[in-house]
């Protein structure tokens, strides 16, 4: 089994998650991910709508990839359609499902970026497209410390605070370029625009807003 902490949520999964946090769950983890193997042919007898939700259960359907299960915001199962990709079935996890999560943990998420700047929490909200992560990117080389990207938590305490989702920013192709990575040497992540996966090395795990 391997540990993280994700969104200040203890995280418990059966495979290891690219660029999730690693940490030590000495007692119950607040969520669990669990993995098996399904063939093509076991899938396509599985009911064909590809998004289900209720407050509690969300079934979702990734075309050619997997069949996700997200249960009372504690459990997050995943079977797959192909052949496994790590990179692939982590960045849909640590995105689109958790999303789910946390909405049934009835958790503050926002769609947007957040990042540390000059003792303060700040996020970057928009429109897919709109610029949060090549903002936050910009900031970052500016000398801010990185918390979120794509999906921003709010914890519910006073003062409240963000929290660190996991370290890892996605680029579009020529943001990419403009800060200096090779986009060869990088996963590229799904999406409906060319992005690409990066670790990020400067983080914290939360930060006043």
Do not use: W
Not at 22 to 42: A, H, R
Not at 62 to 79: K, L, S, V
Not at 172 to 188: E, S
């Amino acid at each position: 089994m391997f540990d993280y902490h994700v969104y200040s949520l203890k995280v418990r999964s059966e495979v290891p998650i690219t660029n999730a946090l690693p940490c030590v769950i000495s007692d119950t983890p607040d969520v669990l991910i669990k993995f098996k193997y399904i063939s093509p042919d076991e899938f396509l007898k599985r009911d064909p709508c590809s998004e289900k939700r209720s407050l509690q259960y969300m079934s979702v359907v990734i075309i050619d990839t997997a069949y996700f299960q997200i249960i009372n915001g504690n459990e997050i199962h995943a079977e797959l359609i192909d052949i496994f990709d790590l990179n692939c079935f982590s960045q849909l996890v640590l995105g689109k499902m958790f999303g789910y999560l946390l909405m049934q943990r009835f958790m503050v998420a926002l769609h947007g970026s957040s990042i540390f700047y000059h003792n303060k929490g700040i996020v970057f909200t928009g429109d897919s497209g709109a610029g949060k992560s090549t903002t936050t990117a910009q900031f970052l080389q500016m000398g801010a410390v990185f918390l979120a990207d794509d999906i921003s938590v709010i914890g519910d305490k006073i003062p409240p605070q963000l929290f660190l989702g996991y370290p890892q920013r996605r680029l579009c192709r020529d943001a990419a370029d403009r800060v200096g990575h090779d986009v060869t040497q990088l996963y590229r992540v799904i999406d409906d625009v060319e992005k690409y996966a990066i670790p990020e090395k400067n983080y914290m795990l939360q930060a006043e807003l």
